[in-house]
């Protein structure tokens, strides 16, 4: 598949048009940034896992009832998604504190929350990707009731699918963020990554952490803990 004009360019993928009307091709960078951006940086290797444990979980998820963006990968780091828009809106669920959610309600890492928390951030870099609730996501008309109910219920669908899933590679799903898109037809769809970079593993039985927060707070072993994670996932 030949890939025509870059669309975009994220921090961690790039989006190109190719010839076909209906889908673009992502190529997944290896590329780290942290903090909006403030933090740079490269984990070797990063990009082919992401595609490929991004994809795994992603055709689990379809087979289970989710309609994801996912056709077909094509290379190590190259895959062809549907054509969406995505809906601005980051989408956080959360089994266990940690990260901004412990800062926020001084909760330590680690405590186990009574039930599943679903957040929303307003993608917007230049603001920070600020936390917003549904009243602010209607009031900017950012999804409409309906799309935003279909965004929660599924949200907590896969919440419940990843977390078996999980348990039984003694992975535990502390939190992830998810996005969304809307295809031409209005219909709402999985888009974007699951990955390391957009959850976070803990191993369940040493507790230690297996994804992106190794980079974020200088943890070590940063390309080690990706590789665990696909070697768990898909047995390479
Ligand atoms: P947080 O605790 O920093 O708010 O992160 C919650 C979850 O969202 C965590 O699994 C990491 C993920 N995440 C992203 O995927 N992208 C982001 O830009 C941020 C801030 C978090």
Redesign the pocket.
Known sequence: MQKLEMLYEGKAKRVYKIDREDAYLVYYKDDAT???GEKKGVIEGKGAINNRVSNHLMSMLEEKGIPTHLIEEISDRETIVRKVTIVPI?V?V?NIA??????RLGLPEGTRLKMPVL?Y?YKDDTLG?PMVNEYHILAMDLATKEELAKIAEYAFRINGILTEYLKDLNIEL????LEFGRTPGGEIILADEISP????FWDSVTGEKL???RF?RDLGSVEEAYQEIIKRLMGV
């Not at 502390?174 to 963020?177: L, V």
């Open positions: 942290a903090f909006n980051e956080i959360r940690a990260g901004s959610l412990s800062k957040e951030c990707d502390i939190d992830f963020k970079d957009t959850c976070r994804d992106k927060d974020r």
